[in-house]
């Protein structure tokens, strides 16, 4: 049973940074795109990033393209998104999730992927 754990959230003022991961058990990682995604109250869940398996091309919403960066450790079966210049509009529960299949590169709609952590709440606030 493929499991992921997110962390690394947390409180970050304007302009500030925070570096989030995702701990992969229970599948081949190095054989999936992963993605990160996030919801903020009373919003859907918008895609973030997403990296290809092997790490060679990486997408971004058009929100975070130049403050964000997705990377993976397939070794250690880790993900991360750092993230700099956070702005209050950032605030949100960021999910890493595993796409459904292993032919699949980034993509950006939910129903792409199949296995979801349970989010790590990112507070963004003076």
């Known amino acids: 049973q493929v499991q992921l754990v997110e962390s690394g959230g947390g409180l970050a003022q304007p302009g500030g940074s925070l570096r989030l991961s995702c701990a992969a058990s229970?599948?081949?990682?190095?054989?999936?795109?992963i993605g990160w995604f996030r919801q903020a109250p009373g919003s859907a869940r918008e895609f973030v990033a997403g990296?290809?398996?092997?790490?060679?091309?990486?997408r971004y919403t058009e929100h975070v393209k130049g403050r964000f960066t997705i990377s993976r450790d397939n070794a250690k079966m880790t993900l991360h998104l750092q993230m700099i210049s956070l702005k209050p509009e950032d605030t949100a529960l960021y999910f890493c999730?595993?796409?459904?299949?292993?032919?699949?590169?980034?993509?950006?709609?939910?129903?792409?992927?199949?296995?979801w952590g349970q989010g790590t709440q990112a507070t963004v606030s003076a």
């Open positions: 999730a595993k796409v459904k299949s292993e032919d699949a590169g980034t993509r950006e709609m939910p129903y792409s992927y199949d296995s």
């Open positions: 229970g599948c081949i990682f190095s054989n999936y795109a």
């Open positions: 990296i290809k398996r092997e790490g060679s091309f990486t």
